[in-house]
């Protein structure tokens, strides 16, 4: 099942303990921005072109802390891994101008039977850029293909950020590729940022819940080649007990429940996730 949001505590034991930060990096993308926040971010979240439903999310995904952590700034090149419906994106391109990359599937690089949902999705990312190209103009497009994903030249990117997408790409076998080129587009030093639905622990690769361990997270990250920088909590839920019957879909934003479980659920709130710094040596 695809999840197009794609962006955590409550104990998961040895997963929730991983954080390993070993000294200061002079990376492109910092770790030092947490303790700096940018006032010009704070004007982009108060945006008036931001949609209230987008708006609403906010005490869910955390953007001002989430992206201070991952250490994103202006004048930084960006690369946002499969925008989904530009959630992000609608923060990030008035942030960061020339400096922000969507990454998304090619449709034209899968068989025709899976071309709908990418085309849709790409569809939907072209129409939010085109409605305002004052704001939107500068961002960059880059369209690859998920068997052998290439997100732009070697070392040219500062960060690289995946919000809710590793669950999708360990069904269809693809982590490992993906977590490859991210590794081989950022710069010595740079950041991947990832937020992910936490499950409790270790989940078949198969699994339909949405939900992802945390340390099947670092480990993909680890074989890449990266080094786990920080990992925080900034994204925790401890009210998600991630025993939902549609999964992490059951949740806002999607709410795929009945609905006489709507006051349970909305009092639950998005999923628990993870937020993960890894740095490239």
């Known amino acids: 099942m695809l999840c197009a949001c ?34 010009s971010l704070d004007q982009v979240l108060a945006g008036a072109w931001r949609t209230p439903e987008n708006m609403a999310r906010d005490p869910y995904r955390h953007p001002r802390e989430t992206l201070a952590f991952f250490g994103i700034a202006p004048g930084r090149t960006v690369v946002e891994i499969t925008p989904g419906g530009g959630w992000y994106a609608e ?12 990454a998304i599937v090619d449709p034209q690089a899968l068989p025709e039977g899976r071309r709908d949902y990418y085309a849709r999705s790409k ?20 369209a690859y293909d998920p068997a052998a994903p290439v997100f732009g030249p ?14 999708n790409w360990r069904s269809s076998g693809q982590a490992e590729g993906m977590f ?40 993909l990250a680890t074989a890449a080649g990266f080094r786990l920088d920080e990992a925080s909590e900034i994204n925790a839920n401890p009210r998600d007990t991630r025993d939902h019957p549609n ?9 795929r429940h009945d609905e006489a479980d709507r ?14 710094r890894f740095v490239k040596p």
Not at 123 to 141: D, K
Not at 266 to 274: L, V
């Open 6 to 39: 794609g962006a955590a505590p409550a104990g998961g034991g040895a997963d929730s303990a991983a954080a390993a930060a070993a000294g200061a990096q002079s990376a492109p993308a910092s770790a030092t921005a947490a303790d700096t926040p940018d006032p």
């Open 91 to 102: 923060i990030l391109v008035p942030w960061l101008g020339a400096g922000y990359v969507a």
């Open 123 to 142: 569809a939907t990312l072209e129409t939010l850029f085109a409605s305002s190209p004052e704001r939107y103009g500068q961002a960059r497009v880059v």
């Open 154 to 167: 070697p070392g040219s990117a500062d960060a690289v950020l995946t919000f809710r997408n590793v669950h």
């Open 180 to 219: 490859k080129g991210f590794f081989d587009v950022l710069k010595p030093g740079g950041v991947l940022g990832v937020v992910e639905h936490r499950a409790a622990a270790a989940v078949a690769d198969d699994d339909g819940s949405g939900y992802v361990g945390q340390d099947q997270v670092i480990a």
């Open 247 to 255: 999964g992490v879909w059951t949740l806002p934003p999607t709410n």
């Open 263 to 276: 006051a349970k659920y909305q009092a639950i709130g998005e999923s628990d996730r993870m937020t993960l």
